[in-house]
Structure formats: C-alpha cells, structure tokens
C-alpha cells in the first residue's frame, strides 16, 4: 500500500506510482501524485482511494491509467483527478469508477473523455460529483 500524504510528483518520469502487479493506493486530502501518466496499475487488479489530487500530463496521459485487469477508483468529495483523460481503463481491463469529486479530461486535446473504458464498465456518479470531457464518460469496445 502507498499512501501519499504530501506530494508525490516528478516532471520527467513517464509515472509517478507505477504498480505491475496490483494493490491498493489511498491518496489523501491534500495528497498529490502527478507525473505523465500520474498513477498507472499493469496486470493486476487494484483499488485506488483518492481525496487528493492525481494528474497526469494533459496532452497524452492520463489521471489514473489501468491496463490488463484493472478494478476500482474511488474518487471522494473533495477529490480532483485529471490528465488527457481522466480515468482510463483499456487493453483487455474492466473496472469501476464511483465519483463523488471531480474528475476531468484535458481541455488541450480532442476527442477525450473524464472516464475512458476499453471494455465495459461501470460509472457511479453520485450527488455532487462531476465528470467532465468531450465525452464525460466513453466505451469503445473491440469486438475483434
């Protein structure tokens, strides 16, 4: 478990946290991961908590990048993340997403949505949350 309480930011690594076999990372009020992709979970499953902030680059990556099996963000009240798409969840991965924050895509790219699936998935919006994008939320499913 990795549990930003300050500042967890780097300007010319490609991720911030990066985890290759899953796990749990809980960011904090007041926390902050922000790197090119700013959190990115690769081949196993993992549940991210986030009260703080998570960026990723606004041009080309996203907030929180999952890939191969993916699993759950919560996004509280309170709790801001963004990048070219805001949650991007692809390449054979499922997940959820329950927002009571903000979670945003970049106003410097086209075509990009707050949540992003590759396969699909699950959106929980509640009261007070907001998504926000080209598409707030988008599916594109490969059917082969």
């Given at each position: 478990?990795?549990?930003?309480r300050?500042?967890?930011?780097?300007?010319w690594c490609?991720?911030?946290i990066g985890?290759g076999?899953?796990?749990?990372?809980?960011?904090e009020?007041g926390?902050?991961?922000?790197?090119?992709?700013?959190?990115?979970?690769?081949?196993?499953?993992?549940?991210v908590?986030?009260?703080?902030?998570?960026?990723?680059d606004p041009?080309?990556?996203a907030?929180?990048?999952?890939?191969?099996?993916?699993g759950?963000?919560?996004?509280?009240?309170g709790?801001?993340?963004s990048?070219?798409?805001?949650?991007?969840?692809?390449?054979?991965?499922?997940?959820?997403?329950?927002n009571?924050?903000?979670?945003?895509?970049?106003?410097?790219?086209?075509?990009?949505?707050?949540?992003?699936?590759?396969?699909?998935?699950?959106?929980?919006?509640?009261?007070?949350?907001?998504?926000?994008?080209?598409y707030?939320v988008?599916?594109?499913?490969?059917?082969?």
């Amino acid at each position: 478990m990795i549990t930003p309480r300050g500042r967890a930011s780097r300007r010319w690594c490609r991720h911030r946290i990066g985890l290759g076999a899953g796990g749990s990372v809980p960011n904090e009020s007041g926390g902050l991961i922000s790197g090119v992709l700013g959190l990115a979970i690769r081949y196993g499953t993992a549940a991210v908590i986030n009260s703080g902030t998570m960026k990723g680059d606004p041009s080309t990556a996203a907030g929180i990048w999952m890939s191969q099996s993916g699993g759950i963000v919560t996004n509280n009240s309170g709790g801001f993340i963004s990048g070219r798409d805001g949650v991007e969840i692809v390449n054979g991965a499922t997940g959820t997403v329950i927002n009571s924050g903000t979670i945003a895509n970049s106003v410097h790219a086209a075509s990009v949505a707050g949540v992003f699936f590759g396969n699909p998935g699950t959106v929980i919006n509640n009261p007070g949350g907001v998504i926000t994008g080209e598409y707030g939320v988008f599916v594109s499913i490969d059917t082969g």
